[in-house]
């Protein structure tokens, strides 16, 4: 499955660039002119990325990332800092509110795509290694729980993998309802207990990962 990086730039000629050097090294990539753009997608879709300029018009870069590091939701969606600016004092500002990693304006399409590859493996490490457990693999729709294959309903397969792809966020029935249908949902969401109790019983043991927050709804936990 191709990984899913989203660019925020308020010039067309960098969004253009950006987007022919993603392509071309066969990534699946969203561009955004202005950070609502950015945040209403990220409601909706899989992000695997952000590309993120620092000087925007309305709100910077920083105050973006600044935002979404502080956000449950996205909190654990690695960012990459784009900008025109080199000294070391907006590269040290940019990391310390929680970017990836720092590219300057102009840059070489091949280390810029290094670098992106670079973080993209950090991540994925940490993904492994939280929910070593059980294995979720997006692209057959499958999860293996200790080497078995686990049959799930589509239902289930997209609880688990948003509850386990953001470990330690707690996800109201409400939150679950609109990941899974957005606007198009029409059930209950007392639906989402159901499946939740059906899938815990189909993990087994690892099943207790699935934690109920009494009174909110439910986070994954791997330890």
Aim: proline share 3%; net charge negative; aromatic share 8%.
């Amino acid at each position: 499955m191709k990984a899913v990086i989203a660019v925020v730039d308020d010039e067309p000629d960098i969004l253009e660039l950006i987007s022919i050097i993603l392509t071309k090294a066969n990534f699946q990539c969203y561009l955004f002119s202005n950070p609502n753009e950015l945040f209403e997608f990220l409601k909706k879709e899989r992000c695997d990325l952000i590309i993120l300029d620092i000087n925007l018009p309305d709100m910077d870069g920083y105050e973006i990332c600044k935002f979404l590091k502080q956000n449950p939701l996205y909190v654990n969606i690695p960012i990459i800092m784009l900008s025109a600016r080199g000294e070391e004092i907006d590269k040290v500002l940019g990391l310390e509110l929680g970017a990836d990693d720092y590219v300057t304006k102009p840059f070489s399409s091949r280390e810029f795509v290094a670098r992106i590859k670079s973080v993209l493996r950090r991540s994925l490490s940490v993904d492994e290694n939280r929910n070593r457990a059980i294995i979720i693999d997006e692209a057959a729709c499958e999860v293996h729980v200790e080497g078995k294959q686990i049959e799930l309903t589509a239902t289930e397969f997209r609880i688990l993998n948003i509850l386990s792809k953001r470990e330690g966020v707690v996800f109201s029935r409400e939150m679950i309802l609109d990941e899974l249908w957005g606007n198009q949902k029409a059930v209950l969401d007392r639906t989402i207990d159901v499946h939740i109790r059906h899938l815990r019983e189909k993990l087994g043991k690892a099943g207790n990962m699935i934690k109920n927050v009494r009174g909110i709804g439910y986070k994954f936990v791997s330890r």
